[in-house]
């Protein structure tokens, strides 16, 4: 932690080495929100939480600032927990390590935090630094956005006290975002019917692995590999060739992460065997050539398995690989409105198979609730060819744009004057809390900043230093430059 501390801004990087040191994946967020709470009231601070345990703290305006609108700057407490599969770290118990690689700061074999930690760091930071000036000001650590954005649905009105919001959730420095994608998590279910494994079959473990993951909204258009579908592919062509009866299909632990490895145990002919491997090894060939461009370390590994489950009949086998590989993945409709920008797309992101079901996770996400609507469609049509069931869950809206959002014009005019270079304004495909905190404080100005963070959501996340000092610039300039209530 010591070389993190010596970065700067210092008190920003101090308690981000801190915040790295307590686990706080998503649903497991209660160590840090209490360390927060202790911190706050050590420094004098007003602090305290809500039904669904969001964290709010307060600090008064800086002298003579008294009369300047209140802001409420709003980062989420957990993170998505990803790691190398070569990587033992349990993330309810064990700290993330992080380290300075240049001119970024990674982590040792799992994702870094970065999304949303820098963030909270921030605003925490800025009630820490005394110097900083500033007009009233809040403090909102929500829970568990990473996996359903719970603590955003309960956020109740009349608890904040903010006319403006800064989310700090962006991960583009130079980027202000201004709008995002809804989303809708969707979940397939397939009954299974199974039978005996055929006397002379062997049994094998097909992976599919070395891709590189990565945000299922922000790098959605980037055409990753994602592992269950490349997996789907190759069975799809081949399973009826070589007699091939699948026992086991697993891949993807979130559904918001592009799934970076797949798993199959399958059962076919000893004579068969070296055909699988052969048959593999041109499939990755196909897919390296394809992917070039975007990945470059794609594996396929094939090894012994010892099992006694039981293997999918051929029929099911047959169904559920259908299945799989007609599901639709990545970007589905670019946006018309905002030029450069996904407007629908959706992310196949955790296969999983019991017993008696399988099960396919995916996240859509849109910005427009027709586009949501239509691939829910697509999905449940799907679902019925396949004789499966089909659910869809936890539906939340995108945060329409405002090209005329006071908050925004002056955080292009303040990063203009210190930067002498006009930032980009965005909406990003990406899903944000704006929409659903519109709902209780729909009259809030809200606007999103953030450092540059690459490969969020899988072990390659990175945060680039420079950036998050120039992050830390706007932000505090920001703060300053706040105007009086009308």
């Known amino acids: 932690m010591s070389e993190l501390t010596q970065l700067s801004p210092q008190p920003l990087w101090q308690i981000f080495a801190k915040i790295c040191s307590i686990p706080h994946p998503s649903y497991h967020e209660e160590a840090l929100a209490t360390h ?57 118990t064990d700290p993330i390590q992080p380290y300075v690689d240049g001119d970024w700061v990674k982590a040792r074999g799992t994702t870094l935090g970065a999304d949303n930690g820098i963030g909270m760091a921030s605003a925490l930071a800025v009630l820490a630094d005394d110097s900083v000036q500033h007009g009233p ?6 829970m568990t956005e990473e996996t359903g954005m719970a603590g955003a649905f309960g956020l109740q009105p009349g608890w904040l006290q903010a006319d403006i919001l800064i989310n700090t959730d962006s991960e583009e420095e130079g980027e202000i975002y201004m709008g995002c994608a809804g ?12 039978e005996a494994v055929p006397a002379g079959y062997q049994t094998l473990k097909l992976t599919v692995k070395g891709l590189k993951g990565g945000h299922s909204g922000g790098d959605i258009h980037l055409g990753l590999g994602n592992a269950n579908k490349l997996l789907a592919r190759f069975l799809s062509r081949h399973a009826h060739q070589l007699d091939i009866r699948l026992l086991d299909l697993n891949g993807g632990t979130l559904r918001n992460a592009i799934p970076r490895e797949a798993f199959a145990t399958l059962a076919l002919p000893q004579e068969n065997a070296e055909s699988l491997n052969a048959l593999a090894q041109e499939y990755l060939a196909v897919i390296k050539a394809e992917l070039a461009a975007v990945e470059k370390k794609p594996a396929i590994q094939i090894e012994p398995a010892a099992t006694d489950a ?26 018309d409105d905002v030029k450069g920008v996904v407007e629908t797309s959706l992310n196949v992101g955790v296969v999983s198979m019991e017993t008696d079901k399988a099960m396919i996770r995916c996240l859509i996400r849109s910005l427009i609730d027709s586009g949501k609507d239509d ?27 405002d090209a005329n959002s006071p908050v925004m014009h002056l955080v292009r005019e303040t990063y203009q004057k210190l930067f002498n270079k006009t930032p980009n304004i965005q909406v990003i495909h990406a899903g944000l809390e704006c929409g659903l905190f519109k709902k209780p404080y729909p009259r809030m100005d809200m606007v999103s900043i953030g450092p540059t963070i690459t490969g969020p959501h899988s072990p390659d996340e990175q945060v680039h230093i420079k950036s998050v000092g120039q992050y830390w610039i706007l932000l505090t300039a920001l703060l300053k430059a706040i105007p009086e209530k009308n």
């Not at 609108?69 to 070569?86: E, F, G, R």
């Not at 000001?137 to 929500?142: G, I, P």
């Not at 979940?187 to 199974?194: D, I, N």
Request: charged letters at 20%.
């Open 375 to 401: 691939v829910v469609g697509t999905l449940t049509a799907l679902g019925r060819l396949a004789g499966a069931e089909t659910a869809a869950k936890g539906s939340y809206p995108g945060w329409k744009p």
């Open 310 to 335: 039981q293997a999918l009949t051929k029929a099911c086998g047959d169904r559920f690989i259908a299945l799989l590989n007609a599901t639709p993945n990545g970007v589905i409709r670019m946006s």
């Open 183 to 194: 989303g809708v998590d969707f979940k397939t279910v397939l009954p299974l019917e199974r």
């Open 137 to 142: 000001l809040e403090v909102l650590l929500t």
């Open 36 to 92: 927060i709470l202790r911190w706050a009231q050590e420094k004098g601070l007003h602090g305290e939480r809500d039904a669904v345990g969001n964290v709010l703290l307060r600090k008064p305006a800086t002298p003579g600032y008294e009369k300047r609108q209140p802001v409420v700057l709003q980062a989420h407490l957990d993170m998505v927990p990803q790691k190398n599969s070569d990587t033992i770290h349990d993330f309810a």
